[in-house]
Structure formats: C-alpha cells, structure tokens
C-alpha cells in the first residue's frame, strides 16, 4: 500500500497549483482520501477530504472557496486544485487514506496514527 504524493512547488500569492495522489498496490474504491498539511512549528492539520461511498467532501474552513478535492478511483488518483493560494498555505502537504470513516471524521480525528496509511509528503511554498 502506497501513496504518491505530487504537484508541490513555489508559486506567487494568489497562484494555484494542483496536488495529485497516486496509490499503488490497493484500489482507492475502498478508501477515504485525505489531503494534510503541517507548516514549521505547527501540527498537522487536516485539508480536506473526500469519502469513497457519496464523494461527500471536507474542507478547512480557510481552504473552502479556493480548494477542490476530487477523485478518479480508475486512475487510483486524488486531486486537490489550490487556488487563490496564500502565504499562510505554506506547508508540506500529505494525502493519506482510511478506511471505515467518513471525510470530516478523518480530517478532524486526533488518531492520526490510526490512518491506513499515508504519502511522503510534497512541499507547497507560496511567496507574498
């Protein structure tokens, strides 16, 4: 079970970039995806999410209006498109994947330790 984390890089305030996750070795079909991000000196926080059964979504509330999770299980990728993109979006960005959750549930969980598993980890850094 692996996740491949991309799309990272440094972009100007108010550009946009788009994430992908590539999984290998196990079909998405079965798992919620979830995007992370942990600045320096921070915790990690949860992104957004979105569940396997209904692609019922979660969003940071500073991440709704400028990001858009979606999914294509053919392809075993997840997609986060980040726009309007802002210094305080700075961060290593992670997706990961669970099963027998909902997305706001594996956003919001404390456990991150319980998560099936998760990608290495792209650097966004957006310059003001």
């Known amino acids: 079970v692996q996740l491949q984390a991309s799309g990272g890089g440094l972009v100007n305030s108010g550009g946009s970039l788009r994430l992908s996750c590539a999984a290998s070795g196990f079909s998405l079909y079965y798992y919620v995806i979830g995007w992370f991000r942990q600045a320096p000196g921070k915790e990690r926080e949860g992104v957004s999410c979105?569940?396997?059964?209904?692609?019922?979504?979660y969003y940071l509330d500073s991440a709704k209006g400028r990001f858009t999770i979606s999914r294509d299980d053919d392809k075993s990728t997840v997609y986060l498109q980040m726009n309007s993109l802002e210094p305080e979006d700075t961060a290593v960005y992670y997706c990961?994947?669970?099963?027998?959750?909902?997305?706001?549930?594996?956003?919001?969980?404390?456990?991150?330790?319980?998560?099936?598993?998760w990608g290495q980890g792209t650097l966004v850094t957006v310059s003001s």
């Open positions: 979105i569940s396997n059964s209904d692609d019922s979504t």
């Open positions: 990961a994947a669970d099963r027998g959750t909902t997305a706001r549930d594996m956003a919001l969980s404390s456990r991150r330790d319980l998560i099936d598993a």
